[in-house]
């Protein structure tokens, strides 16, 4: 609605107003969203160990905002929607990005069938104590793999800067 001025047009709200108030109420709707993740999850681990996992959902919670701010700083590299980008071309990069990155959210969608369907289903998975390796994988290399690469960056440009590397060329010290 933002970037194709509706709050403005259909509703006379301003901007930042506008902003304000959408960001609160995103952050209502995922507390609502994901409570009932959160009980899933404490009647599936151990008694006595529930501080432990709502941390540790918190923290995944983090570690996922953090990703999504590093790839949604990619995916704005794709269309330029900077402020003089925005003022000469209009908001054709911003309305793009925005289809993008909405869309992204129904991806997530085929998960969905992961979730237990019931309370008695859930038990059974508690019951059953059975581990999933693969998942277990690919939660640490999405976890990992963007720090690691970071680091990897980060280093080979202090490397290329030791050894007197620049846009136009190298020269060993």
């Known amino acids: ?35 009932h993740i959160f009980i899933m999850y404490v009647g599936l681990c151990p008694a006595g160990s529930e501080g432990a996992v709502f941390a540790i959902l918190t923290s995944f919670g983090k ?9 949604g700083t990619l995916f704005a590299e794709i ?28 991806f997530y969608c085929y998960a969905c069938y992961l979730l237990p369907n019931s309370y008695a289903e859930q038990k059974q998975l508690k019951a059953e104590g059975e581990k999933n390796i693969i998942a277990g994988v690919v939660f640490l290399a999405v976890l990992l793999l963007p720090e690691l690469r970071i680091i990897l960056s980060r280093f080979s440009r202090l490397i290329l800067r030791y050894i007197g590397c620049s846009s136009g060329g190298c020269s060993v010290r």
């Open 63 to 71: 570690v996922a905002l953090n990703r999504g701010t590093a790839l």
């Open 1 to 35: 609605m933002l970037v194709l001025v509706w709050n403005k047009c259909i509703f006379g709200i301003s901007d930042y107003a506008f902003s304000l108030g959408d960001d609160g109420i995103v952050n209502y709707v995922s507390g609502v969203q994901f409570l």
């Open 79 to 106: 269309w330029d929607v900077s402020k003089y980008a925005v003022i000469s071309n209009g908001l054709s990069g911003m309305w793009k990005l925005a289809l993008l990155t909405s869309a992204i959210y129904l």
